[in-house]
């Protein structure tokens, strides 16, 4: 069962200024949906309703629920993220430039959650075949500074084809966008934090001290050398967010070539899971043994508030430019925010 939503995005031009507005159907209301139930069907049940990222999301589930998790259910939403982020970098976005896209480094990458948490030995090689086709032989050191990620623009894989559009072929600075990144370095107060997930408007347009963030791997690394060096130079474009998934990636692939960890236990009432996009937030309130209330945000609840990222980013594209048609440019800066929806766009 899946009951993601839509989003419908349509672009056009006024004053010479380009002009997005979002329309998004309403997402699963957990709260109707699992009021009365026991934390044990809520935990089988939320994944199946949310649908994407439902490792993680199910991970996010059981600490919000005050449910163990396991090692192994953390390998697993790391080898479901690096599924995800494979899709985006090898398929995703040389589609939204009108390539044809080649999928022979995703076979088999749907078993890659089942395999992380029991067959390692089987694991190793998909993933082996996931780290060559997007990095190449220099591996994620391909990112370690500007001069080595430059160096690396200049092969043939086809994830360094579609940077190469984006930071050396078009303006470099499209799609220039700041928003605080969340979660943010300094983390919220637990409690305040569950006190805002169960507020209803929270939960459609959510808002950290009345300011719209950014969820996304791009967070996570502030201060990675790479990631400074181009926000320098051309500040928060499109390539900058997709180079953020990379090094998001190869934090997983290094995390699930590692043993196991121990895994930290959620404040009572929340549960935090990082997935492909960003943190995962879910926040239960349970009354004699019973979900009486039940609240999920995803990094993409966050990225389409009216003020969010993805309107900053569209509203930062050119109106016209002769290099590549509107409607491409609009499709690629979408695919670099990826929210976890399938997405009408109209470009007029």
């Known amino acids: ?157 086809p994830v360094a084809r579609v940077l190469g559009v984006l930071w050396r072929e078009w303006e470099p600075g499209w799609g220039r966008a700041v928003r605080p990144g969340w979660p943010p370095a300094l983390p919220p107060d637990p409690a ?28 996570q690394f502030p201060a990675h050398p790479l990631v400074q060096a181009m926000t320098a130079r051309h500040g928060r474009g499109l390539a900058l967010r997709v180079v953020a998934r990379l090094l998001d990636l190869a934090r997983r692939l290094a995390a699930l070539a590692a043993p196991p960890g121990a895994t930290e236990p959620a404040p009572a009432g929340l549960g935090l899971a990082a997935a492909a996009r960003g943190q995962l937030l879910h926040w239960a309130r349970l009354e004699d043994g019973r979900i009486a209330d039940y609240a999920a945000i995803s990094p993409t609840d966050w990225n389409l508030h009216p003020h969010g990222i993805l309107a900053a980013v569209l509203a930062a594209l050119p109106a016209n430019d002769a290099r590549a048609p509107r409607a491409r440019i609009a499709r690629v800066a979408v695919a670099c925010v990826d929210p976890c929806l399938p997405v009408m766009l109209e470009a007029a």
């Open 1 to 157: 069962m899946n009951r993601t939503p839509g989003l419908a995005i349509t672009i056009d031009r006024a004053d010479g200024q380009v002009r997005a507005t979002l329309r998004r159907s309403p997402p699963p209301d957990l709260a109707r949906l699992l009021r009365g139930r026991g934390p044990e069907e809520a935990r089988r049940l939320v994944p199946l309703v949310l649908g994407v990222c439902a490792e993680a999301q199910g991970l996010a589930c059981a600490g919000a629920l005050g449910m163990p998790v396991t090692p192994a259910a953390s390998r697993r939403a790391d080898a479901e993220a690096v599924r995800e982020h494979a899709m985006l970098l090898l398929v995703h976005l040389p589609e939204a430039l009108g390539w044809s896209a080649d999928r022979t480094a995703l076979r088999g990458l749907g078993q890659l959650p089942e395999l992380a948490a029991r067959d390692p030995d089987a694991l190793a090689p998909r993933l082996a075949t996931v780290r060559a086709a997007v990095f190449g032989a220099d591996g994620p050191d391909a990112l370690a500074d500007l001069a080595a990620f430059e160096a690396w623009l200049d092969t043939d894989l």
């Open 192 to 219: 305040a934090l569950a006190a805002r997930a169960a507020e209803p408007g929270f939960r459609l347009h959510p808002e950290w001290q009345g300011t719209a963030h950014e969820a996304g791997p791009l967070a």
